[in-house]
C-alpha cells in the first residue's frame, strides 16, 4: 500500500497490555425438551444451546483523531502512550489471537489520521492473512464511521462479520460526548453494510464472492440520560431495518475532564444496567416480547430488583399461574425461570406423560422461580396468589440460565 505513513510503534508485549486495556472501550462483539427415560431422551433431543464463541479483541491502534469525550484514545488525552502498527505485524498479532483463541478474532482500531485510512489499514491487515498467511478462520473487522463504501465492500469480502457502533440512543448526544460523529456518518455505513449482506445472500451461482455473513453495533446506556424504553424501542428498530445480528450494550462512564467537555459532569452508568439490557434484547429476539411489554409506559426503565421477564410477570399477576400441561408455547416462554430449551422440552414431554413438577426437574426446567407462576398437574407449590409473596419470593431466588447472558469486555461472543 503506497502512501502508508506508520510511527514508530512499541515493543509487541507493550502493545499486546494497551490492547487490553483499550477494548474495555470497545464492546462488539459475540455478545448467551413418562419417566425418566423418557424424559432422558427429550433432554438429549433438546439441548441447551452452547455458550457462545469468543473472539478477541486486537487493535490496529489506540493513536485516534477523535475526541469522544467516554473514550480512553481520544485525540486529546495527556500522556496516552500510543501505538500503531503496520498491516504486517498486525496480521501476526491477529493470527496469533486467532490460533490461541480457536480460530476467532475481531480486529478494531482507533480512528487512525482519518476513518478511510484507518480502513484501509484494517482491510490490508485482511488480505495479508487470506491471502499471504492462509488465515481461514472466523475474521470480524470494525468499520470507521463515515466510511467510504468501496472499502466497506472491500472489507466484507475477506471478513465474516463487520460492526459500526452507534455508540448513542438520541442522536443529539453526539454533540454532547462525541462531536466528530453524527447520525449519517454512522448509520450511513450500518445501511450500506446491511445492503450488501442482503444483496450476497440473495446472489446465486458457483461463482458468487464471499461476503460477511452479518454486522453488529454497540450502543452505550446512559449516555444522554435516556430511559430504557428508548434504548429497547431504538434496538428493536436496528434489528428490524437493518437486519443487525446483536446489538451489544455498555455502560456508559464519563470520569475526569475531557478537552472540550468541560461542562460535562461525571457520570457512571451501574453495570447492572447492562446486564438488565442484555436480558431484555433477548427477551426481544426469542421470546416474543416487544419493547412495550418489557417497558411500558409506566415503568420505562428496567428493574436492578427483578429481571426484565420477572418483572413483567409481576405487572401482569393475573395471567398466572399457568398449567404447563395446557399452556401453549408462547405462553410458557412469558413464565419466569422457563427457558426456550425448558419450554420446548416440556411442549413435546407433555405428548407422552402427564407434567408434574418432578418431571420438569427432569427436563432440567429450574423451579426456583417457575413455580410461582405454574401449577403443574393441578399442584401449585410458589408463594401465593398475593402480590407481596410472590415480590420476596423472587428477591430470594437467585436468576437462571433461561437468557443466556455474557460479559463483552475484552472477548466478544460471535454467536450468529
Known amino acids: 500500500m503506497p502512501g502508508i505513513h506508520i510511527k514508530q510503534s512499541l515493543a509487541l508485549e507493550d502493545k499486546l497490555t494497551l490492547m487490553s ?190 461476503f460477511a455473513q452479518s454486522h453488529t453495533t454497540q450502543l452505550m446506556a446512559g449516555s444522554s440520560g435516556e430511559d430504557d424504553s428508548t434504548i429497547l424501542n431504538l434496538s428493536n428498530a436496528l434489528y428490524g431495518k437493518y437486519r443487525l445480528s446483536r446489538v451489544y450494550y ?46 411500558p409506559a409506566d415503568a420505562p426503565n428496567l428493574s436492578s430488583d427483578y429481571d426484565p421477564k420477572s418483572a413483567w410477570a409481576l405487572r401482569n399477576l393475573r395471567l398466572f399461574p399457568v398449567e404447563v400441561n395446557t399452556a401453549d408455547l408462547e405462553m410458557l416462554l412469558r413464565v419466569p425461570g422457563i427457558g426456550v430449551t425448558g419450554a420446548r422440552r416440556i411442549v413435546i414431554a407433555r405428548r407422552q406423560c402427564r407434567i408434574t413438577h418432578d418431571v420438569l426437574t427432569q427436563l432440567g426446567v429450574s423451579l426456583k422461580r417457575s413455580r410461582h407462576f405454574i401449577t403443574a398437574g393441578g399442584r401449585y407449590t410458589g408463594a401465593g396468589s398475593d402480590a407481596p409473596e410472590v415480590y420476596s419470593a423472587l428477591l430470594r431466588a437467585p436468576l437462571t440460565n433461561d437468557i443466556n447472558l455474557f460479559n463483552a469486555n475484552f472477548y466478544e461472543p460471535s454467536c450468529e
Open 21 to 210: 486495556e483499550d477494548a474495555r472501550y470497545d464492546v462488539a462483539d459475540n455478545e448467551a425438551l413418562g419417566g425418566a427415560e423418557r424424559t432422558g431422551l427429550i433432554r438429549e433431543r433438546v439441548k441447551s444451546p452452547k455458550a457462545p464463541h469468543t473472539a478477541p479483541k486486537v487493535f490496529m491502534s489506540n493513536d485516534c483523531a477523535f475526541n469522544c469525550a467516554y473514550c480512553s484514545c481520544r485525540r486529546c488525552r495527556d500522556g496516552k502512550v500510543r501505538y500503531t502498527n503496520t498491516p504486517r505485524e498486525f496480521a501476526q498479532i491477529a493470527l496469533n489471537a486467532a490460533h490461541a483463541n480457536g480460530g476467532r478474532v475481531f480486529i478494531t482500531s482507533a480512528v487512525y489520521r482519518r476513518p478511510d485510512y484507518t480502513e484501509e489499514l484494517i482491510i490490508e491487515t485482511m488480505r495479508i492473512m487470506r491471502r499471504e498467511m492462509g488465515y481461514r478462520g472466523y475474521l470480524h473487522a470494525k468499520i470507521m464511521p463515515g466510511c467510504d463504501q468501496e472499502l466497506i465492500r472491500r472489507a466484507g469480502l475477506l471478513a465474516d462479520r463487520l460492526s459500526v457502533n452507534i455508540e448513542v440512543a438520541n442522536s443529539e448526544a453526539y454533540k454532547a460526548i462525541a462531536r466528530d460523529k453524527n447520525k449519517s456518518n454512522i448509520l450511513g455505513p450500518m445501511g450500506h453494510i446491511s445492503s450488501l449482506i442482503r444483496e450476497a445472500k440473495g446472489e446465486r451461482g458457483r461463482y458468487k464472492p464471499r
Open 250 to 295: 455498555t455502560p456508559f462512564q464519563f470520569r475526569g475532564r475531557a478537552e472540550g467537555y468541560a461542562d460535562r459532569p461525571e457520570s457512571r452508568t451501574p453495570v447492572w444496567r447492562q446486564t438488565r439490557l442484555y436480558q431484555a434484547d433477548r427477551l426481544m429476539a426469542l421470546y416474543g416480547f416487544s419493547p412495550g411489554d418489557i417497558t
